[in-house]
């Protein structure tokens, strides 16, 4: 701020200087407000990765910016699809991925929302991608590498389905990002493995969940169980009666009120 200060107070009585001086760039805003995860170059255009923290296991928002190289601009009206990837040395796997979009219809950005099932220590995270430049045109190929961490409290749990015993279920918590005392909105998802390459969302089953404080023996008033919303997110309401430790436990039914799951939970400290 006081760099910015100095110059307009030097320049203001210029009349030459022109009024772009230091007013951040489209680019140089969003990654301050971003983290730049990866970049890579294909065909001419470079291909900017951001997300609003380090990738983890759980439920991820992607930002995709794409500059073109010869001029240095970013581009707009464009769209890039990624397909999470995961190499094992044995076999490879997709994970849940949403279909991109812009985000609050802003042009300059491509949004794609997906889970990361397992943390890096297991294998090597691939993003491969295709970026289009004019609806029509051949895509152009591209893929970036990507680090994924396990969280210190767990956003995702996996388990087999006790209503069949054969389904591979993936249950991950997204909202509250960051909890505050009170009400908050609280956000699940729903994915199962259907095969290696798809692990589709599940729109059909129901959420009951009741938060504890586990060290203090109680629980709190007016939550709300969750409905569903889209693309396998299930939205309710937790209330934090005070800061600290809490349980969030968990019971998964599906469409004909079976248990799914139960028994399971999210740790949230704040
Ligand atoms: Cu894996």
């Given amino acids: 701020m006081a760099v910015a200060i100095a110059a307009l107070s030097f320049t203001s009585c210029d009349k030459n200087s022109n009024t772009d001086f230091d007013i951040p760039s489209y680019e140089e805003k969003f990654a301050e407000a971003h983290l730049k995860v990866n970049e890579v170059t294909a065909d001419g255009y470079t291909v900017q990765l951001f997300a609003d923290e380090e990738l983890f296991v759980g439920y991820n928002r992607l930002y995709f910016l794409v500059k073109e190289n010869a001029t240095g ?7 890039v699809k990624v397909t999470p990837m995961m190499d094992m040395g044995m076999m490879m796997h997709t994970s849940p991925n949403e279909v991109p979009s812009n985000p609050d219809n802003d ?4 949004q794609q929302n997906m889970v990361f099932i397992m943390p890096s220590t297991a294998g090597t995270w691939n993003l491969e991608g295709e970026l289009t430049l004019n609806e029509g045109d051949t895509p152009i190929a591209f893929d970036i590498p990507v680090s994924v961490v396990e969280k210190t409290d767990s956003r995702m749990l996996t388990f087999m389905s006790d ?11 997204d909202e509250p990002l960051i909890p505050v005392v009170g009400e908050n909105e609280i956000v699940f998802g729903i994915y199962k493995r259907e095969s290696m390459m798809s692990f589709p969302a599940v729109e059909d089953y129901s959420i009951e969940f009741e938060p504890e404080m586990p060290t203090m023996g109680h629980g709190s008033p007016n939550n709300v169980n969750p409905t569903y919303m889209d693309n396998g997110l299930y939205t309710g309401v937790v209330n934090f009666t005070m800061t600290g430790y809490w349980r969030i436990n968990v019971v998964l039914k599906d469409a004909s009120r079976n248990v799914v799951k139960e028994g399971i939970s999210f740790d949230v400290n704040f």
């Fill in 73 to 79: 601009e970013l581009i707009k009206d464009f769209s």
């Fill in 107 to 110: 042009m300059m950005v491509i």
């Fill in 163 to 173: 209503a069949d015993s054969v389904t591979k279920l993936f249950l991950i918590l």
